[in-house]
């Protein structure tokens, strides 16, 4: 098992405002301790070869590897040449994590956004046959498709389709392919769909490649049932805060103990930065402190 960083915290400033580079990212990582850096789809304002091998060497000389690509593909548009367009991204997507990470390197996948007017079936559908799609392609360039249990991407309309577990799973079953396709397992997003970390990872582990760490608390006097929303959602309401990882709503010592029961040898990304630096160098810490408890590495 290895840590890898990735920065929440920065995502607006690199992809959306351009006041940070990815370059500026790397260089501020050095002193965090991870091993890896998980890169974001919005980092690469072009996807040509001289560009992508700029960051690749920019990472190498940092020190670090470029163990998982973070993408937002929306398989659950009504419209199928918007579903199409989706596919041929995060397919190029793929080609990127293979010249960053190389082989075993895992890029992620979600469902798309729910939207009202389609239902459970339909979305079920439209992403089953959009990663079935994608996995040639997987196959081609050796790189593992993570469907990541997801809240919402932060520049979607809709929160996720398979945000419950009840859609995450039927979507996982939908997908029997285990080499080339897994899961990407977020507690702090099944607190935030309003359901159990623990009942999902139990559900999932062996079907784990990579996992993202953060974790969530909530502001004095607030409990889960304030920020219940008529789904039976939390979504992102401002008592549920982000702090150091190991301090808030998550059990770090369950989640590594069935990791480490079913021989996890992942990634895993610290997602975080959002109250400053020293508390993602704090959350590394303790992910260190934990794969040797339970690894140990």
Excluded at 104 to 122: I, K, N
């Amino acid at each position: 098992m290895k840590i890898a960083a990735f920065p929440k915290c920065y995502l607006d400033d690199i992809s959306v405002h351009h006041t940070m580079t990815v370059f500026e990212w790397i260089e501020m990582a050095k002193d965090l301790g991870a091993e890896g850096l998980e890169m974001y789809v919005g980092f690469f304002p072009t996807l040509d070869d001289a560009f992508v091998d700029s960051v690749g060497e920019a990472i190498q000389r940092a020190g670090f590897a470029m163990p998982m690509m973070c993408c937002s593909p929306n398989f659950t548009h009504r419209d199928p040449e918007v579903r199409k367009r989706e596919i041929e991204k995060e397919a190029a997507m793929i080609r990127v994590t293979r010249r960053l990470g190389g082989a075993g390197a895992v890029c992620r996948v979600l469902s798309g956004q729910r939207y009202p007017d389609v239902s459970v079936e339909e979305g079920l559908t439209w992403v089953a046959e959009a990663i079935t799609a994608l996995l040639p392609v997987a196959r081609e360039y050796e790189i593992v498709l993570g469907l990541e249990n997801h809240y919402k991407d932060g520049y979607w309309q809709y929160p996720e389709f398979a945000q419950k577990m009840e859609i995450f799973l039927r979507v996982l079953d939908a997908i029997p392919e285990r080499r080339y396709f897994g899961v990407q397992y977020d507690p702090s997003n099944a607190i935030v769909a309003g359901d159990d970390p623990i009942a999902l990872l139990e559900r999932v582990a062996d079907r784990v490649v990579s996992m993202h760490a953060s974790d969530r608390y909530l502001a004095e006097g607030a409990t889960l049932d304030d920020l219940r929303q008529s789904d039976g959602t939390l979504g992102y309401s401002p008592n549920l805060r982000h702090g150091v990882t190991g301090k808030g709503l998550n059990d770090y010592d369950r989640i590594f103990s069935i990791l480490a029961g079913v021989g996890y040898d992942g990634w895993i990304s610290i997602e975080d930065g959002m109250n400053g630096m020293d508390e993602m160098k704090e959350s590394i810490d303790f992910l260190k402190r934990m794969r040797e408890k339970y690894f140990g590495l």
